[in-house]
């Protein structure tokens, strides 16, 4: 059965890096999501993207963050100065054109230093 | 703001017992609901959705019930199995699904065997 992967399955780093968050999403999906769930808490939306453009972000997703779709397979978080607020599991999704359920990643820990 | 939420943090059944999940959600204008199921370390993962011209879904063992005049949808599981104590979240997007899922605090089932 085709999944969502993510790598890394954990991330550590000093606060003020950047960080690069990898995601492969199901190959005949068209829509894909990035989602935070710090320690405890619930899953909270970060960006939507859809056509090689962002569709939707929240209010989470600063100028500190950004999104990308280097290639036909790969779509990437960045974080461009971490703080220690950054830590969290961050989940990718994605879906296809036809139905509602989003399939989601086993996520990257990240966690700020 | 608009949110989802949850009645009680933690259940605690007997395996073999049915198990019933609640969630409380507020924008009236909600159409689409997805009940999810988190196990530590792990992604969402899909369980049921119900969109709302509809009361009642019944998948495998799940049953979602939708209540619009007071905003209040359940999971209930039946024969209640230790594979299946996990965090639940209930989640509500728009109709066609593209819009970011906004998530629920999540409800923690405990199995006792």
């Known amino acids: 059965e085709p999944e969502v992967t993510q790598t890394p399955s954990h991330q550590v780093t000093q606060m003020g890096q950047e960080v690069i968050l990898r995601c492969v999403p199901i190959?005949?999906?068209?829509?894909f999501y990035w989602y935070r769930q710090i320690l405890g808490q619930k899953v909270e939306f970060l960006v939507s993207f859809y056509n090689n453009e962002i569709s939707e972000k929240s209010e989470i997703f600063d100028d500190q963050f950004s999104v990308e779709r280097p290639d036909g397979s790969n779509f990437t978080l960045k974080i461009r100065s971490t703080k220690l607020e950054d830590s969290a599991m961050y989940f990718c999704?994605?879906?296809?054109?036809?139905?509602?359920?989003?399939?989601f990643g086993p996520g990257t820990r990240l966690t700020v230093l | 703001g608009e949110s989802v939420g949850l009645h009680l943090p933690t259940l605690s059944v007997q395996e073999g017992d049915n198990s019933i999940i609640n969630c409380a959600y507020s924008?009236?204008?909600?159409?689409?609901f997805i009940w999810y199921k988190q196990e530590s370390g792990k992604g969402p993962q899909f369980i049921i959705d119900i969109r709302s011209n509809m009361d009642k879904r019944q998948g495998q063992r799940v049953t979602v019930l939708l209540n619009k005049t007071v905003k209040h949808l359940s999971l209930q599981i039946a024969a209640t199995q230790p594979g299946d104590s996990a965090v639940y979240f209930c989640a509500e997007t728009s109709p066609t699904g593209r819009r970011a899922l906004t998530f629920g605090s999540g409800t923690r089932l405990q199995v006792q065997p």
């Open positions: 190959s005949n999906h068209l829509y």
């Open positions: 999704a994605s879906r296809d054109l036809e139905r509602g359920e989003q399939f």
């Open positions: 924008n009236s204008a909600s159409d689409y």
